[in-house]
C-alpha cells in the first residue's frame, strides 16, 4: 500500500500561517476518523501533535489544528514560530497496514 | 515521566539477526498496545509491528512478516522485537511506540522512544 501523499516542502514567514495537505484514500484516510499528525526536528523522535483528525495533545499550541474533509486531511498552524520548524508526517488508520503514514513534509520558517 | 528507552541496534551481517528491546516507565506498561515503527535516515516513517497489552495479538507489515517477531514482558515493562533474516533494506533508525490510550483502540503514538539505529551490511 502506498503512503499517504503530502507536499515535500512548504515554508512561511513568522506570524503567518501555512497549511500541509495530506491525501489518501476511501480505503484509509476517508474511511476512518483516526487522522494524527506528528512532528519531528532534526535527529530526534516524532512528537505527537494532532491526534484523531482534530485533537491536540496537552502541551501543543492551540496554534495547531487539524481538518479532514473527503480523502484529503490538513494540518494548519497559525502565528509560525521559528520552532515550528521540523518535519511533519500525517498517518490514519488502514486495514490493509494498520497505519500508513504519509512521505512527510519539510516546513521552512523564512 | 512518560518514557520508553530503545537499546540493541548496530551492525548486522546480511541473513543475521538481532533482538531490539523497549523499556517503558512512568506509566502502566501492561495496559497498552505497543508498537515498532522504521525510519530510513533521510525517508519517512514506516510502520512494522503491533502487540496488544497481553501479547495475544500481534501484526507486521507485509515487508517483514515471516522474519520479524514482536513480544513483550509486562512483568520487566520490556517490549521486543526479534529480528532474523535481515536484510540491507531493513536498515534504518528503530522506533518503539506506545497507543495514546487504553481506554478505547486507537491509531495514534505517544509517547515515541529515542530510536535505535539498525544497520545490515556486509
Known amino acids: 500500500q502506498s503512503a499517504l501523499t503530502q507536499p515535500a516542502s512548504v515554508s512561511g514567514s513568522p506570524g503567518q500561517s501555512i497549511t500541509i495537505s495530506c491525501t489518501g484514500t476511501?480505503?484509509?484516510?476517508?474511511?476512518?476518523?483516526?487522522v494524527s499528525w506528528y512532528q519531528q526536528h532534526p535527529g530526534t523522535a516524532p512528537k505527537l501533535v494532532i491526534f484523531?483528525?482534530?485533537n491536540r495533545p496537552s502541551g501543543v499550541p492551540d496554534r495547531f489544528s487539524g481538518s479532514k474533509s473527503g480523502n484529503t486531511a490538513s494540518l494548519t498552524i497559525s502565528g509560525l514560530q521559528a520552532e515550528d520548524g521540523a518535519d511533519y508526517y500525517c498517518?490514519?488508520?488502514?486495514?490493509?497496514?494498520?497505519?500508513?503514514f504519509g512521505g512527510g513534509t519539510k516546513l521552512t520558517v523564512l | 515521566d512518560v518514557q520508553l528507552v530503545e537499546s540493541g541496534g548496530g551492525l548486522v551481517q546480511p541473513g543475521g539477526s538481532l533482538r531490539l528491546s523497549c523499556v517503558g516507565s512512568?506509566?502502566?506498561?501492561?495496559?497498552?498496545?505497543m508498537d515498532w515503527v522504521r525510519q530510513v535516515p533521510g525517508k519517512g516513517l514506516v510502520w512494522v509491528s503491533h502487540?496488544?497489552?497481553?501479547?495475544?495479538?500481534?501484526d507486521y507489515a507485509d515487508s517483514v512478516k515471516g522474519r520479524f517477531t514482536i513480544s513483550r514482558d509486562n512483568a520487566k515493562n520490556t517490549l521486543y522485537l526479534q529480528m532474523d533474516s535481515l536484510r540491507a533494506e531493513d536498515t534504518a533508525v528503530y522506533y518503539c511506540?506506545?497507543?495514546?490510550?487504553?481506554?478505547?483502540?486507537?491509531?495514534?503514538?505517544?509517547?515515541w522512544g529515542q530510536g535505535t539505529l539498525v544497520t545490515v551490511s556486509s
Open positions: 511506540a506506545r497507543r495514546g490510550s487504553f481506554v478505547r483502540r486507537v491509531h495514534w503514538f505517544d509517547p
Open positions: 512512568g506509566f502502566f506498561f501492561s495496559n497498552y498496545w
Open positions: 502487540i496488544n497489552s497481553d501479547g495475544t495479538n500481534t
Open positions: 476511501s480505503s484509509d484516510l476517508g474511511a476512518y476518523n483516526s
Open positions: 484523531d483528525v482534530s
Open positions: 498517518s490514519s488508520y488502514t486495514t490493509v497496514t494498520t497505519v500508513l
